[in-house]
């Protein structure tokens, strides 16, 4: 099957190209952000060998749908979507902060207790937690600084964040606001799919008039982690792992095979089957939450059908 992993389009008026993990973002000089999610795939901050068929049109469809659905609690930078790999939205200043949200203890925070640590981002984790037990403060922000490519983002607390000065207090209080506030929409939203949305992050930018707006993806499998609440206490009860929807299984194998990140770690081989059965698990995560049958859209010619729909839009405007 066919996939996208690079791009290298010529937009009118284009004035910047950035090429993120998995996100190609052109800047025009008007002021429009053009962002194409790619199918390249990415874990413990390293992009892998191969894109995964239909994940980028899985992911920005899914972030589309979330930021639609939360409008009302915070303004966001999306303007419109011409292309089900692709959203348009306005220039901001990305603030280097990512509001991690948890409700379990799951994931990165889940090994960092296993290690013996009982303190994340300056908050304070009670003693005999098991791994995806609910958070007794339920639930918490955990911040993390946005690092630059290849680097590792750090775990920070609110109080060195505001002392460094890379947030204001007032900006931080704004931006904690939404987040408690968007974490509650997301379960609300889960829970009507089944599910229970265990961690996730969101992050803010600044328009050139100075709000604060929610940009990149939000509630999806890559920036977030959901349990099937069928069983969740029967499980916990029995010390049975948890049924999850995330991303968590790629970083899992990748354990598996000796890669985490580290210096000196090489990246595995992804063999075709492996492809394929990564691919299998999106659609299958994007159909649970959301609730919705997934539609493959047309991938004969991805780049060149991506630059029709994005150019028909930007001659409409």
């Not at 999610?37 to 191969?50: C, G, M, N, V």
């Not at 060195?160 to 209080?173: F, L, N, P, T």
């Not at 990246?267 to 959301?290: C, F, G, K, N, W």
């Amino acid at each position: 099957m066919n996939t996208i992993t690079k791009t290298n389009f010529k937009f009118p008026k284009q004035q910047s190209f950035y090429k993120g993990k998995v996100r190609d973002v052109y800047q025009l000089k008007d002021d429009t952000l053009i962002m194409i999610a790619t199918d390249r795939i990415s874990a413990f901050d390293a992009i892998l060998p191969k894109g995964i068929p239909y994940k980028g049109q899985i992911l920005n469809q899914m972030a589309v749908s979330f930021l639609q659905q939360t409008e009302d609690i915070v303004p966001n930078w999306l303007i419109a979507t011409p292309d089900p790999n692709v959203s348009i939205g306005q220039v901001c200043e990305p603030i280097k902060v990512e509001m991690v949200i948890r409700g379990y203890l799951a994931g990165h925070a889940a090994r960092l207790y296993k290690d013996g640590k009982r303190m994340l981002s300056g908050v304070a984790l009670p003693e005999g937690l098991r791994q995806n037990d609910i958070f007794p403060q339920h639930p918490i922000i955990t911040p993390a600084t946005k690092a630059e490519q290849g680097l590792h983002d750090e775990d920070i607390s609110r109080e060195d964040i505001i002392r460094q000065g890379i947030v204001s207090e007032a900006d931080y209080r704004l931006m904690e606001k939404y987040t408690y506030a968007l974490f509650a929409r997301g379960t609300e939203i889960a829970a009507k799919h089944g599910l229970i949305l265990v961690d996730t992050k969101y992050e803010f930018g600044k328009t050139r008039d100075g709000e604060i707006v929610l940009i990149d993806e939000i509630h999806t499998p890559d920036s977030s982690r959901y349990f099937y609440k069928e069983g969740y206490e029967e499980r916990q009860e029995n010390g049975e792992p948890q049924i999850q929807l995330s991303k968590e299984f790629v970083r899992q194998w990748l354990i598996s095979q000796g890669f985490q990140g580290e210096k000196g770690q090489k990246i595995p081989a992804m063999t075709d089957e492996y492809v394929q059965s990564v691919s299998d698990r999106y659609i299958e995560l994007y159909e649970h939450i959301m609730g919705e049958k997934f539609i493959p859209a047309d991938t004969t010619d991805i780049a060149h059908r991506i630059e029709e729909n994005v150019l028909r839009f930007l001659q409409n405007q």
